[in-house]
């Protein structure tokens, strides 16, 4: 499936607007979304997926996000720890940013290991 330049640019600028540090770069079939240069979030297909561990889990889960699975070239399914950003939460900027620092922590927390 061809990457959705303008979902990105929506999710950039609108979703993640007001939050400092945030860029995005292509990646395999979607994007990559970095704050301050860590990868916390993606776009696959046209879904924005956030970093998860037990700490964030449940959040996701109370309002039935899917969890990002990755299909291998040889057919193979990875389940990857990342989940479905709900819609109430994107449109919520203030409730946005908090869950935006949550991934953040996680994947700073992955990246220090």
């Known amino acids: 499936m061809p990457k959705d330049e303008s979902f990105k640019e929506y999710v ?11 860029t995005a770069r292509a990646m395999f079939g979607g994007y990559g979304i970095y704050r301050h240069d860590i990868f916390f979030a993606l776009i696959a297909d046209g879904v924005l997926y956030f970093k998860i561990n037990d700490t964030n889990r449940k959040d996701f889960q109370n309002y039935g996000s899917k969890q990002f ?45």
């Open 69 to 113: 699975i990755y299909i291998s070239p040889k057919g193979k399914k990875m389940m990857m720890d990342y989940y479905e950003l709900p819609s109430e939460v994107m449109e919520d900027t203030d409730l946005v940013k908090d869950w935006v620092e949550k991934s953040y922590q996680i994947a700073l927390k992955v990246k220090k290991r």
């Open 12 to 22: 950039v600028t609108e979703v993640l607007g007001g939050v400092d540090g945030i």
